[in-house]
């Protein structure tokens, strides 16, 4: 499985942005898929996931009622839209696909990232 990720930019706080990760490979549909982040100088920041089905999500409590996750399995996609946007939000986002639900590092597959900056 390939993942590439898409749609970070710059945004003002109290923005939104729409990210994508397309996925390539056998069997994608069946992962489970989820979004990563990480700011300089942090750890890794787990922000959300959602199973194969669709049918279950968690998110984690920093991004909880702002972001949400959601995929296109016809076109082999998972998005994450985030709202309300704060400065705090800066990060690479990085999207990963793995084989179980919950989530279980270490993950199967992940993507080279792609940036959001979330200015004041």
């Known amino acids: 499985v390939q993942l590439q990720a898409s749609g970070g930019g710059l945004v003002q706080a109290g923005g939104s942005l729409r990210l994508s990760c397309a996925g390539s490979?056998?069997?994608?549909?069946?992962?489970?898929m989820a979004w990563f982040r990480q700011a300089p100088g942090n750890e890794r920041e787990f922000v959300a996931a959602m199973d194969w089905s669709g049918s279950r999500t968690s998110y984690g409590d920093s991004v909880k009622g702002r972001f949400t996750i959601s995929r296109d399995k016809a076109k082999n996609t998972v998005h994450l839209q985030l709202n309300s946007l704060k400065p705090e939000d800066t990060a690479v986002y990085y999207c990963?696909?793995?084989?179980?639900?919950?989530?279980?590092?270490?993950?199967?597959?992940w993507g080279q990232g792609t940036l959001v900056t979330v200015s004041s």
């Open positions: 990963v696909a793995d084989r179980v639900w919950p989530l279980r590092s270490p993950y199967d597959h």
């Open positions: 490979g056998r069997n994608f549909n069946s992962y489970t």
